[in-house]
């Protein structure tokens, strides 16, 4: 009774913590608005239209991305046996930058439903993901190091050719580099509700594969000799990861560390099994999306600061920490 109601803590509280900051964060922006004024729904016209038009799908949208992010993380660093995995690793995020800046090359008008340059960014990293497994399948031996060679390969083709066309249109520069640190600004309800079902069918699809990666912690060829379908699990965790991927740079951009920092944490919390880690790690990565994007939007507010840098400043301390842990402290 006693592990069970450790267990409930464990997984409720991060789910409590996150939800207050939810709250929290609409209040806050260029203009405060009163939590009570929001709790008695005695908000003016423009309050209103602040609090459900800008500010509920934008928190709702970090919450989103950052879950994706964490999850893929925590999938992949357990799938590759690499505790420096994340979304990045197999060329989806140099796809969907390639799409989102080939979205300015070819303009096809204004969509009532999302923006140009998600559905582009969208397509692009599916379809990174797609040379990524054909490249792999060509090979007979389809190991994990072998998908990782070939995202690797794919994700440097797509940042060359992205690199060429920016250097080609550099009066589009700036945009592309804005996009390319990670921000929510401008998200409305339209942005969410369409990639609302997919990133669901995403988190969904990583959580199942919880019990083949426990599994694979002995390594492939023992993982094979008890039995698990090697290949069924390969393609599966590669769909999945490719697909909330794809839905998280949509949301968001390119946005660093959170795929990293997130599985850490939650290890280091609660151990490494992967049932309650991979679910931890979406719900961290929430927060620590939602918290950065908080941040962004209110530290030099009018003004607002992209998203990704805030992650980079709070992630790259956090390695450096992890890497002294790792080495014992030793120089």
């Not at 190991?143 to 060359?160: E, K, Q, R, Y």
Request: proline share 3%; glycine share 10%; charged share 10%.
């Amino acid at each position: 009774m006693h592990t069970k109601a450790k267990t409930v803590i464990v997984i409720f509280t991060p789910l409590l913590i996150l939800t207050l900051l939810a709250l929290f964060a609409i209040t806050l922006g260029t203009k405060f608005i009163s939590p009570f004024s929001i709790f008695k729904g005695d908000l003016s016209t423009v309050d209103y239209i602040i609090v459900t038009k800008i500010r509920i799908p934008r928190i709702l949208s970090s919450i989103l991305c950052g879950a994706l992010l964490g999850g893929t993380g925590a999938v992949f660093q357990g799938f590759f046996r690499n505790p420096l995995a994340d979304s990045g690793i197999i060329g989806i995020s140099s796809g969907a930058t390639f799409g989102a800046v080939l979205s300015g090359l070819i303009p096809l008008g204004t969509f009532a439903l999302v923006s140009e340059i998600s559905l582009f960014a969208f397509s692009g990293a599916l379809l990174s993901a797609f040379f990524v497994y054909l490249i792999s399948k060509i090979f007979r031996e389809r190991s994990s190091v072998t998908l990782l060679l070939s995202g690797t390969a794919i994700g440097t083709f797509f940042s060359a050719v992205t690199s060429i066309i920016i250097l080609s249109h550099e009066k589009d520069l700036h945009s592309y580099f804005a996009w390319t640190c990670g921000s929510f600004n401008a998200k409305g309800w339209n942005e969410f509700l369409v990639f609302v079902i997919p990133s669901c069918v995403a988190l969904v699809m990583l959580e199942l594969s919880a019990k083949h990666l426990d599994v694979l912690v002995c390594g492939e060829q023992s993982a094979k000799a008890l039995g698990l379908n090697y290949n069924f699990v390969r393609n599966w965790i590669l769909i999945a990861g490719s697909l909330a991927s794809a839905c998280a740079v949509c949301e968001g951009g390119i946005i660093s560390f959170v795929g990293l920092i997130a599985p850490h944490i939650v290890r280091k919390i609660n151990g490494p099994k992967h049932k309650i880690l991979i679910f931890e790690s979406m719900i961290y990565g929430a927060g620590l999306m939602l918290a950065s994007d908080t941040l962004a939007r209110t530290v030099i507010a009018p003004s607002e600061i992209p998203v990704g840098i805030i992650t980079s400043l709070v992630g790259v301390p956090f390695f450096l920490f992890a890497l002294v842990k790792m080495n014992g402290g030793k120089k």
